[in-house]
């Protein structure tokens, strides 16, 4: 912005006209002060007035003293009304003797507008009374009003001459070019900084002018800078894909990026500042979080990370983790928080699913790796007990005790499997079936073995199909509403048992769990009226062998295998419990069509008798071994063992006869196999 060129010669100085101005001033102020006599003349009153009612006084001590004296109220009275008649500076009097007994006291006009003047009388150094004067400055203040009056006059006879003269001073030499300035500044003011200001005749606005057209320039730079920097600003702040949010230390927000608002459920920033006002009531999970935020903040001015329980908009708990500081002014004060917002409740969730994937892959490791050997103990118990008990003939008391060491080994077997399932490493025959039948077979089992005490009620609503085994879901219903009896036990309750289809959205949460896929699923939901679990319960119900149950009524592993089972089968399981008003869990299996192919379960027939047939038996275990060997010639087969398929292997070597027929080892020269004893 270039400053237009000037003529300097045909510039007027504003000092000369500003000489002119203070000339016409001086005038003025010259016939002002020809009238302030007036006001002096004034103040002169007031000072008379002052010593006349000092001199009065004096006079009337003199007067009332005798008649005071002699308490001749009659003389008082006389010349307390010459005063008061006579005189027209004195308005009231009041006369008291030394024991303040009032002999006279007659004032005409309000007190706060009379002088007061007091002279007390005093006879042989003792008080005989007291005399009181009210004067009045009413003539002064006729004088006055008269002067001030007369000075009003003469005081707008000038203003007119003034702002006559002014009027022309400033709308013949400064009015225009002033008005130039005021309007060029009022453009810049607005804005515009594309028209530089036109020059003016005085040197004096001219070089303001040049300096307000400078500044312009300035200022329409760095305006520009700064737009630019508010642009990359406002796109780091709106595309930024953590939540940023300022917070007063009261507790309202003052901004907030479309990430935070996207956290806590809104659709936009300014919805999210509208709504908060105390956000450690209504943002918080619980007022104590802001306070220790709060108290970390003052204590090291910053955080980094901290996980805090926060509230989305629905309802549900977040777990956010903040990056924040305190901001303070000029003076040191702290003004608002400012923090970076990222939401890890998906995270922690995924970690913890984690840590129980890592929890049950262990145990399943562990029991991948002792099923075998204890499998082994396991069979050769069976093979025993069962020999045991072909041969225990009709000694009841004998079978007796084999059945009860049968039942133990059953139990050993049971606890096995239950390892295995919710550690996803046994069998499993899934094939598809209405989850409607299991959960009507189970009801009806549960309705001859649960007590009175507590009412059974059923909602069968679904006849979807799903994909699962059979007899582990119906451990699964067995196992929920087994303990959902537990609950009620001592008090009594309902037990509800419902079923239902849902079709769950894209992107939907439908459970505590996490977010499920998209589809059609039917929902088991057990519900009981029992005492309820606690929150810090919940966290650790589906862990192996954490049971809240007394010692000898639990080993921890129900609701693991039921976790196991259902996370087998790609569902969820969604807890809602709090204490005193009962729990209820819901199972969301995935639905399939009803004409899914089903592969019919494979029957095994039972073990033909033998005719004297060879058979290689193959175990690294000796019990194992000896078991299956008594039961296979028990059955009529001729049995060769060995620890090892090495073993095995040397032996057909060296015996060429084993895999041949019987007319086919006639005259040949070998060394028989001899049959291998444990």
Known sequence: MSLPA????????????LALGLTTTVILIALILSFSYQVF??????????????????EAGDMFFLPLYNFDNQTLQHIARVYLEENDLVCGITIQTEYKDILINEINGPLDQLMRKDKVLISKAKEIGTITLYF?????????????????????????????????????????????????????????????????????????????????????????????????????????????????????????????????????????????????????????????????????????????????????????????????????????IEALLSDITRQQQMETELRQAQKMEAIGTLAGGIAHDFNNILSAMFGYIELAEMRAGNDKKLRNHLTNALTGAHRARDLVHQILTFSRKSDQQKKPFPLAIIVKEAVKLLRSSIPATVEITQDIQSQAVIVADP??????????CTNSYHAMEDTGGSLTISLYDREVEENQRISTSGEISPGKYVVLEITDTGCG??????????????????????????????????????????????????????????????????????????????????????????????????????????????ASGREMLDALDRNRNYHRGPEDQTGTDHHPLHRVQC
């Open 136 to 336: 009045t400055d009413r003539i002064l203040r006729e004088h006055q009003r008269t002067t001030i009056t007369t000075g009003i006059i003469i005081t707008l006879v000038i203003l007119i001459v003034m702002l006559v003269t002014i009027h022309l001073f400033m709308r013949n030499w400064l009015r225009r070019p002033l008005n130039l300035l005021t309007n060029g500044i009022r453009r810049i003011a607005s804005g515009d900084y594309s028209h530089p200001l036109p020059s003016a005749p005085q040197r004096e606005i001219h070089a303001i002018i040049h300096e307000v057209n400078s500044m312009a320039s300035q200022i329409a730079e760095q305006k520009k800078q700064l737009q630019d920097s508010e642009k990359r600003y406002r796109s780091i702040f709106e595309g930024a894909k953590e939540g940023i949010m300022q917070e007063t230390l009261a507790g309202s927000i003052l901004t907030a990026n479309p990430a935070a608002a996207d956290i806590f459920g809104y659709s936009t920033a300014e919805e999210l500042v509208q709504y908060y006002s105390d956000t450690g009531r209504q943002l918080y999970a619980h007022p104590m979080v802001r306070q220790q935020l709060l108290a970390e903040l003052v204590e090291n001015g910053f955080v980094t990370n901290m996980p805090l329980e926060m509230q989305h908009r629905d309802g549900h708990s977040l777990t956010i983790a903040m990056t924040a500081r305190l901001v303070h002014d000029e003076e040191r004060d702290l003004t608002y």
């Open 471 to 480: 007899t582990q879901i119906h451990q699964v219903v067995m196992n929920l």
């Open 533 to 642: 679990i606690t929150k810090e319960t919940q966290l650790k119900i589906f862990e192996p062998y954490f049971t809240t149950k007394a010692k000898g009524k639990g080993t921890g592993l129900g609701l693991a295998l039921v976790h196991g089972i259902i996370s087998s089968c790609q569902g969820k399981i969604e807890v809602n419990s709090s204490m005193g008003t009962g729990s209820s869990f819901r199972i969301f299996l995935p639905a399939v069509e009803r004409d899914t192919d089903q592969k019919a379960l494979e029957t095994v027939s039972s073990l033909p008798q033998g005719a004297g047939q060879k058979i290689m038996l193959v175990d690294d275990e000796e019990p194992v071994r000896d078991i299956l060997s008594s039961f296979l010639q028990e059955s009529g087969y001729t049995v060769f063992t060995f």
């Open 6 to 17: 000037l003529n300097s010669s045909g510039q007027r100085s504003i000092a000369r006209d």
């Open 41 to 58: 003349s004034s103040k002169k009153l007031s000072r008379d007035f002052q010593l006349q009612s000092e001199k009065i006084i004096s």
